[in-house]
């Protein structure tokens, strides 16, 4: 049976911009400061411009490529994308958080827990940004889940 993977691409764009406002307000007011200081950055100066673009660009890039391949490896475990009615008792929040914390746990605590031990961050920086990672992870999840 071949599996039928239908992507609703208005949940895609309002799942990166979500994780849009949720990168400013992690890294902006919640541990901007934490984390330009883990990194040895000085808070008191301000990017220029074409620096701030790029990094817009790139992380809305990024947003963009992360939630695209994350709705389609939601879909891929849903028993419906292979004509198989579910008979499973999980909520729609339970799917989403599923797919959240075992894709970080096999994609993204990996990645980070390397550079933690080799680039050697502090923990509060590895606990900074593998927490956002977690929760961009839940973010995408659940709008692909209610609006899928």
């Known amino acids: ?13 309002v799942a990166v911009i979500a994780n849009f406002f949720l990168g400013f307000l992690w890294y902006t007011p919640l541990f901007g400061k934490a984390w330009a200081k883990e990194l040895g950055m000085d808070t008191g100066q301000k990017p220029s411009n074409f620096v701030f673009i790029r990094g817009m660009v790139l992380m809305i890039v990024g947003q963009l490529l992360m939630v695209w391949v994350f709705t389609h490896n939601i879909a891929v475990w849903n028993p419906v994308t292979w004509g198989i009615e579910s008979h499973s008792e999980m909520t729609k929040i339970g799917m989403a958080l599923d797919a959240a914390f075992f894709t970080w746990l ?9 550079r933690f ?3 050697k961050p502090s ?9 956002y990672n ?4 839940v973010v995408a999840a659940c709008v692909i889940v209610y609006m899928g």
Do not use: C
Request: glycine share 6%; net charge negative; aromatic share 16%.
């Open 134 to 137: 977690f929760l961009t992870l």
């Open 1 to 13: 049976m071949e599996p039928s993977i239908h992507i609703n691409y208005t949940a895609v764009i």
């Open 123 to 131: 923990y509060k920086l590895l606990a900074i940004n593998t927490t």
């Open 106 to 114: 096999g994609f993204y605590l990996p990645g980070d827990l390397s």
């Open 117 to 119: 031990a080799w680039e």
